[in-house]
């Protein structure tokens, strides 16, 4: 396999695509239905902890069971009106059994994925390496939506995502595992000492800790080096698209916007051009 990706060119982006395409789809579930999950495990234990009964309990949900469904007829999705982004632009938006419209959400976020995931191949070449920035690509996306629809960055997507960075960095994927150990440890403890340094000015919270696990995770990955430049893109971006929020939609400042979306998009762009941005930077203010 790896001799036909280096002999046809276009095979390997055209697989990326495909499989970005796929997953994105995948990806609309999990975004949808793991905050359900979550919620329903959360009534249980209170339920068990308060020893009281559970009213009208939620039927079982999971990531593959109940089959996909029209959330307004409940008519199952066929397998063919279930092919990302071209079967929404074949049912013109709707719903194949009511005409419900269809969120365009759903193909947005599949065509998203797919050309996230194909933009990796012209800056790794089929190793190691590639199969852990697609895995990684993939989490920072579900964690963005989750996190906009719910300011909430599950341990279920955080937590695994710390020990996979290290993981990779068992041999030195990108960077070598003291690097990668440091990264997870500092990128906690540093938004961590942030939030408790504004609780205690302010008596508010500023982020939440799935932000601390985000970050720690980033550093898992990609090091402690690269943690300053995650932490000014993300302010940066946050602080634009906040003040834009506000003067479009006229928020006020005591409304809360989600920290998590920019992180990951600020931990992506750090993937892809980090070294090159630092090294930029060095070479500007002469510190290299």
Request: net charge neutral; aromatic share 10%; hydrophobic share 55%.
């Amino acid at each position: 396999m790896l001799q036909v990706f280096d002999q046809v060119s276009w095979f390997l982006p055209l697989c990326l695509l495909c499989l970005g395409l796929l997953v994105g789809s995948f990806l609309n579930v999990v975004i949808y239905r793991l905050p359900l999950m979550m919620e329903t495990r959360w009534r249980s234990d209170c339920c068990e902890l308060l020893e009281v009964e559970q009213e009208n309990p939620a039927p079982p949900l999971g990531l593959a069971t109940p089959n996909s469904h029209c959330p307004h007829c409940k008519a199952a999705i066929k397998p063919w009106q279930n092919i990302p982004v071209i079967s929404y632009l074949a049912l013109g938006g709707k719903c194949a059994n009511c005409a419900a419209p269809i969120s365009w959400r759903y193909p947005a976020i599949e065509l998203v994925t797919g050309l996230m995931t194909l933009s990796l191949a012209w800056y790794f070449a089929p190793s190691a390496a590639l199969v852990g920035a697609v895995l990684l690509t993939w989490a920072l996306i579900a964690l963005t939506m989750i996190d906009v629809d719910h300011q909430l960055l599950p341990d279920d997507i955080t937590l695994p995502l710390i020990w996979l960075g290290l993981l990779f960095n068992l041999g030195g994927t990108y960077v070598s595992l003291q690097d990668a150990v440091i990264g997870a440890m500092a990128g906690y403890l540093i938004l961590w000492s942030i939030y408790w340094l504004f609780k205690l000015a302010t008596g508010k919270e500023g982020m939440g800790y799935g932000d601390f696990k985000l970050l720690a995770a980033l550093g898992a990955w990609m090091g402690w080096q690269l943690l300053p430049l995650i932490i000014l893109l993300s302010s940066l971006v946050g602080a634009v698209c906040g003040i834009a929020l506000m003067v479009i939609k006229r928020r006020g400042k005591e409304i809360p916007i989600p920290f998590g979306p920019y992180l990951a998009m600020a931990g992506w762009i750090a993937l892809l051009w980090g070294d090159a941005l630092l090294a930029r930077y060095m070479g500007a203010t002469g510190l290299n």
